[in-house]
């Protein structure tokens, strides 16, 4: 198993602005991943955080629109820039300690609302 | 048409019944099948594995047909510990495994 970290739990932001989600894991993994989690809706995958290259986007995501860094093994940041109030959702990191298993073990979710 | 398709509910049992979910996926390439689970307000957590020859876990059985594409949950004697919403979710079938997720079938089981 392994255990996430997520900060900010919650955040209330304004139109225009950018937040900075952080992803702590207690052990090393290789691959780590963002998802939206939109009100009533189930995961959409933003991107895989890549340790040392640029992260992997799905379709619909931008990295002008979600900067992801991965420093190491243990840690991600996902930016949210430049918000509209349409990118209020839950924002979940998610680490898997062996890929292609299927088996993921996520943070708490930062809830984003943007005003 | 949607990658994989639940049915959103909401179920509501009372406890003690059987309840059961399906899933269809659209990806005839997917090979790893799994139930999340999801309580209010927290992050989803991997319930089960699903299997080719089907599979149960306590009260829990899931079962697979590939031919139709086509995932099932079964719960039994249900519990009001229960109530929660259930993904589906299944892999893209490459060796990096992309999950996709289902939108999720809410069940409330009330006394």
């Known amino acids: 198993s392994a255990v996430i970290s997520q900060k900010p739990s919650r955040d209330i932001c304004q139109r225009g602005t950018s937040l900075t989600i952080q992803c702590q894991v207690d052990s090393q993994v290789t691959m780590m991943f963002w998802y939206r989690q939109q009100p009533g809706q189930s995961l959409t995958l933003i991107a895989t955080a890549n340790q040392g290259s640029e992260a992997t986007y799905e379709s619909g995501f931008v990295i002008d629109k979600f900067p992801i860094s991965r420093p190491n093994l243990t840690f991600s940041t996902l930016t949210v820039s430049n918000m509209s109030p349409e990118d209020s959702s839950i924002y979940l990191c998610?680490?898997?300690?062996?890929?292609?298993?299927?088996?993921?073990?996520f943070g708490e979710g930062s809830r984003l609302t943007v005003l | 048409r949607k990658e994989v398709e639940q049915d959103p509910g909401p179920f509501n049992v009372p406890e003690g019944a059987t309840v059961a979910f399906n899933c269809t996926y659209s990806?005839?390439?997917?090979?790893?099948f799994f139930w999340y689970r999801q309580d209010c307000r927290k992050e989803p957590k991997l319930l089960m594995s699903?299997?080719?020859s089907g599979n149960e876990d306590g009260r829990f059985t899931a079962q697979l047909n590939r031919a139709s594409q086509y995932i099932s949950l079964l719960i039994r004697d249900s519990k009001l510990s229960d109530s929660a919403t259930y993904l589906c979710?299944?892999?893209?079938?490459?060796?990096?495994?992309?999950?996709?997720f289902g939108q999720g079938t809410i069940l409330t089981v009330h006394p």
């Open positions: 979710v299944v892999n893209d079938g490459t060796s990096y495994g992309k999950l996709t």
């Open positions: 699903v299997y080719s």
């Open positions: 998610s680490v898997t300690p062996a890929p292609g298993t299927g088996e993921l073990f």
């Open positions: 990806n005839s390439a997917s090979q790893s």
